[in-house]
């Protein structure tokens, strides 16, 4: 159980985020969140704003970014929490990330011009931006230039599973990414495990995987409305030997389906990811 009121997993304007990083702080802590990861896509350019944001509020900010990487040719997100956003390792590999998205984005663009769209333009608008280049930037492009009606639509006719962008992606492997998070003296914790498209088999092995590249943690809780996953979570947890993560992957007060401030708690039984790291 916990007592907390603790979101382990959102976003800010360094990556798909609607919010900047103090921006975001200063909302959870409205919500009432007291202890707040960011975890950016492939990024940890937020985490000195909102560490200065966090520390005039009187919250806990835990340094984290959600990384990209690949297991069987599908994407999974591997979060690292309580990383040191100075290593060195790190830092070199996010340098890398941040070419993957450049050239990923220009590579989906092309493929979108293939399919007699204006490639350039959605290219241009989908970079036009502080932050990292991600899909959801480029959905946000196909909407505001008609082609889509609202970004889900967008994910579903383009960018989606077996749409052009799934040609596009060369992201490291999994172990790569839980290697960078345990260099940079994070625990590698995968991400919204209900989300992968996984026969049970293919799912443990996942996460033997996982936990034999020294990855630490699952997010059991993912999303304020997905309490329906986190029995399962909960099970993979305890079975791989993995702590329990929550996180509502918070991207934007409008999209009302991962509120801050509403998870539910970690279940019983579940070692929590934060029982050495907080008082
Ligand atoms: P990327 O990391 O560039 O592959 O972009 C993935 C991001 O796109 C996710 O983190 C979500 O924020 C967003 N996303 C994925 N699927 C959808 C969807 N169906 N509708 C809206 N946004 C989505
Ligand atoms: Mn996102
Ligand atoms: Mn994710
Ligand atoms: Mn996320």
């Known amino acids: 159980m916990q007592d907390l009121n603790i979101d382990l997993h959102t976003h800010s304007t360094c990556s798909d985020g609607a919010l900047a990083p103090a921006e975001l702080v200063a909302r959870a802590t409205a919500a009432g969140i007291q202890v707040l990861a960011l975890t950016d896509h492939d990024s940890v350019a937020g985490l000195e704003e909102a560490r200065a944001a966090a520390l005039a509020l009187g919250v806990t900010l835990v340094p984290g970014v959600e990384i990209s990487s690949a297991w069987r040719a599908q994407s999974i997100h591997v979060l690292g929490l309580w990383i040191d956003p100075a290593s060195a390792p790190l830092q070199a590999a996010l340098a890398g990330q941040a070419q993957r998205r450049t050239l990923r984005m220009q590579n989906i663009c092309a493929q979108l011009e293939l399919r007699g769209l204006p490639g350039k333009?959605?290219?241009?608008?989908?970079?036009?931006?502080?932050?990292?280049?991600?899909?959801?930037?480029?959905?946000?492009?196909?909407?505001?230039?008609?082609?889509?009606?609202?970004?889900?639509?967008?994910?579903?006719?383009?960018?989606?599973?077996?749409?052009?962008?799934?040609?596009?992606?060369?992201?490291?492997?999994?172990?790569?990414?839980?290697?960078?998070?345990?260099?940079?003296?994070?625990?590698?914790?995968?991400?919204?495990?209900?989300?992968?498209?996984?026969?049970?088999?293919?799912?443990?092995?996942?996460?033997?995987?996982?936990?034999?590249?020294?990855?630490?943690?699952?997010?059991?809780?993912?999303?304020?409305?997905?309490?329906?996953?986190?029995?399962?979570?909960?099970?993979?947890?305890?079975?791989?030997?993995?702590?329990?993560?929550?996180?509502?992957?918070?991207?934007?007060?409008?999209?009302?389906?991962?509120?801050?401030?509403?998870?539910?708690?970690?279940?019983?039984?579940?070692?929590p990811v934060w029982r050495d790291r907080l008082p």
């Not at 492997?173 to 996984?198: C, D, Q, S």
């Not at 034999?212 to 699952?218: D, L, P, Y």
């Open 121 to 271: 333009e959605l290219l241009a608008a989908a970079c036009a931006h502080p932050g990292l280049p991600t899909r959801s930037h480029l959905a946000a492009a196909l909407v505001a230039g008609g082609h889509a009606r609202t970004p889900d639509d967008a994910f579903r006719k383009y960018l989606g599973r077996g749409k052009a962008a799934q040609l596009a992606s060369d992201w490291p492997a999994l172990h790569e990414a839980v290697g960078w998070i345990t260099a940079a003296g994070g625990i590698a914790t995968l991400a919204h495990p209900a989300r992968y498209r996984l026969s049970a088999g293919g799912r443990r092995q996942l996460f033997a995987e996982f936990v034999a590249s020294g990855g630490g943690a699952v997010e059991v809780v993912a999303g304020a409305n997905a309490a329906h996953n986190a029995e399962a979570s909960a099970r993979w947890a305890t079975t791989h030997g993995l702590a329990g993560s929550v996180g509502s992957d918070f991207h934007d007060p409008q999209l009302s389906w991962n509120p801050l401030g509403r998870l539910a708690k970690l279940p019983a039984g579940v070692t």
